[in-house]
Every structure is written in C-alpha cells, then in structure tokens.
C-alpha cells in the first residue's frame, strides 16, 4: 500500500499504534497476531474503498473490524491489560478523520462495550476489586474522543470557509485545484480509472433576466441540494462556474458515471426547482485505470456536455460518443 493513500494523520496514528504494539507485555505469543490483522483489514479496507458504491461502509466495517481484532489481542492473552485496551483509541481518532460526530460516538459506545466484555471476560473479579484498571482507559477514550470533537468542528470551521462555495454549499475551484492532483496521484498508485461529471443549467440566463438573480440563486442552492442527494459519500462536487458543476467519481468507469448524471438529470427534471421547470445537461469521461488526467478528462466531459446542448439540452452524453471534431470544437 502506498503512503499517500492513506491521509497525514492516519498515518501517524498507524505508525504509533505499530511502535506501540510490542511494547505492551503480552504473556501469550498468539496475542499479537490480531494486531497485525487490525492494521491490515483497515488497510485493505481504505485501499479498496472506491471500488464499492457505499465506501463509506467498507471503511466503517476495516474500523470495526480492527477493534474486533485489538480487542481479540486482549482476550487471547487472558489477563488484565489497561496499556492494551487504551490502544483502540487508534480506530476512533481515525473514524474521526472520516465520519460525522454522530457516527464517531457510535463508534465510541462499541469500543467501550468491547472494553468492558475484554476486561471482565477473564478475572473480572481483579476489574471489581480495582476498578481502575478499567475507568482508566475509557476514560483515556473518552477524553480523546472529546478533544479530537472539538478540533475537528473549529478545523472544518476554518476550512469551510476556504474552500466551500458560499452560494450552494459545494466545494469550490480552490477545493477543486488540490483534490484533483491528489486524485491524479492516487489513480497512479491504484490502478483505478476516475470518471468526471460536467453539468450545466439549460437557459439558466433566461431564468436570471426574468425572475431576476435573487431567484437564480435559489435555483442554483435547489439544484445543489438535489445533487448531493444523489451521490455517493466519495463522489466530490464542485461548483466550478456561475451555472456549472463538475463531479468527480474515484474508482468509477465512464458508464458507471453516465448512470448516475443520467439520475441527476431525471431527478432535476422531475420536478420543479425553486418552482420554475429546471433541465441540466451532462457531459461525461473516463480515464483509462491508473492514467487519470484532470485537464483532459475535463476537456473532453466539457465536449460531450456541448454535444449534449447541441442535441437539445436536458442530455447527457459520454465523451467516447463524441467525435474528435466535436472534442477540438469545445476546445
């Protein structure tokens, strides 16, 4: 697995916790090798996140399973271990780094139950005698948990601000700039093809010069709510222009990115937004796995959402339908 496929932070903590682990006196030779597993089955886990339509899930369950196996590690060893049960901090500052506060705390409420069941599940009687040897880590977990609450809301706070579009509430083209180097890079080391989404509104200049810009920006906040309605927690969109988005889908090939602008469009004309009758047309591409290309896989999804305007709006067309000419045209 390469570095960079794993954020800074996450890092770190992984780095720590394999430092740690021989360091905590285990009796039983066996009880390391569920650590080894942990760090592995969350690896696995990040590394194939974007293979699947909920990746989301696939990290939740490479969490959970890790605390599963640091927890295993206690148990085999069959004794009380403080030292040892501190060390699922780990699985929960870094379910911090990717999951709402909501979820994090549901994490925090499985770990101590795990810690509970490890510690009295041997000589719980020692637990009882001297509670400490329980409180001690799960008050550890608690206060960790807290602090990392607490810098996560003022480091979101500081870059919302940065890099959100005040209008709609999507990423904006600073947002954009930096998350596709990183895509770049990340498509080089796994081998995965990254599809990209452009999206414009149909007659968005006739909806400003007669309902007037206060009721175009309603619009674009609707439009906005709509889409994030339809992605996948991994799929990135951006507001790159006035009236136009771009979405950019890691680990998905080019029909897999043409069904989902093919639901955004359906969704969008299905209904009123901002009670006006709303259409978008959609270009998209692909890269080839592991080649993925910012400007040119935006050049050519910009190209087949022009083919779709041509073709008369409220579309959505693939880049790999469109003709060389028509590539050079939008250019």
């Known amino acids: 697995m390469h570095a960079r496929i794993l954020p800074a932070h996450q890092r ?11 360091t905590i006196p285990f009796d039983s030779m ?46 085999v060893d069959s004794r009380q271990h403080t030292v040892g049960l501190a060390i699922l901090v780990w699985p929960l500052v870094a379910a911090g780094g990717r999951f709402p506060s ?12 795990l810690m509970c069941f490890a510690s009295l599940a041997f000589e719980g009687a020692v637990v009882l005698h001297d509670p400490i040897l329980l409180t001690l880590p799960i008050a550890t977990v608690l206060a960790v948990v807290l602090m990392s609450a ?10 919302s ?7 709609t509430g999507m ?6 700039a930096a998350r596709t180097h990183e895509i770049e890079h990340q498509s080089t080391v796994t081998g995965h093809p990254v599809a990209v989404v452009v999206a414009d509104v149909d007659h968005f200049k006739d909806v400003n010069d007669t309902h007037g810009h206060a009721t175009g920006d309603h619009v674009l906040r609707d439009l906005a709510y709509v889409m994030r309605k339809e992605l996948r927690a991994f799929d990135l ?60 896989a935006y050049l050519r999804a910009d190209a087949a959402l022009y083919r779709a305007k041509q073709d008369g709006r409220d579309a959505v067309r693939c880049a790999s339908h469109v003709a060389p000419v028509a590539l050079a045209a939008a250019a």
Do not use: K
Request: glycine share 8%.
């Open 237 to 296: 969109a951006y507001r790159v222009g006035g009236e136009e988005f771009a979405i950019i889908m890691p680990g998905a090939d080019e029909p897999t990115a043409a069904a989902l602008a093919e639901r955004l469009r359906a969704a969008i004309a299905s209904e009123p937004i901002s009670g006006l009758p709303i259409t978008m047309s959609f270009g998209v591409s692909a890269s080839p796995p592991g080649a993925f290309d910012w400007d040119d």
């Open 171 to 176: 990423l904006n083209r600073t947002a954009l």
């Open 30 to 75: 066996y009880a390391p090798i569920p650590l080894v597993f942990a760090v592995l089955g969350y690896a696995w886990a990040q590394h194939n996140a974007t293979r699947f339509e909920r990746p989301e899930l696939l990290i939740a369950g490479g969490l959970l399973f890790g605390q599963l196996m640091l927890v295993t590690a206690v148990v």
């Open 102 to 113: 909501r979820v994090v705390w549901a994490f925090t409420a499985f770990t101590i139950a």
């Open 161 to 167: 601000a940065a890099i959100l579009d005040g209008l």
């Open 12 to 22: 770190v903590l992984a780095l720590i916790a394999l430092l740690l682990a021989p």
């Open 150 to 159: 607490v810098i996560r809301e003022s480091d979101a706070q500081h870059r």
